[in-house]
């Protein structure tokens, strides 16, 4: 765990908590579908901060624990994006 980081488990519950209250409404969705994609770009680099290169498994296993949740989608979307660094890095 990464204890030195002082705020990085406050974050995590964080985002894990906008999962929770996101998989259960779907009429925002539709009208705040930007500031739902801002949420999920920063869930994930949360993720990816704090479980480097496990996060996407990680952001599978919440998805998987919140099937109905779209935010919970957008977010292993996003980790997997942060996984593709250039060729040969």
Do not use: C
């Not at 901060?49 to 989608?73: I, M, N, V």
């Amino acid at each position: 765990m990464h204890e030195d980081e002082g705020s990085t488990p406050d974050k995590l519950q964080a985002m894990l908590d906008v999962i929770a209250r996101n998989g259960s409404s779907s009429h925002s969705e539709q009208s705040d579908i930007g500031k739902l994609k801002a949420d999920a770009a920063s869930a994930a680099a949360v993720l990816v901060q704090f479980y480097g290169d496990t996060a996407l498994e990680r952001a599978k296993l919440l998805e998987r624990r919140s099937p109905q949740s779209h935010f919970a989608r957008l977010v292993t979307a996003e980790v997997s994006k942060h996984g593709k660094g250039p060729p040969g890095s």
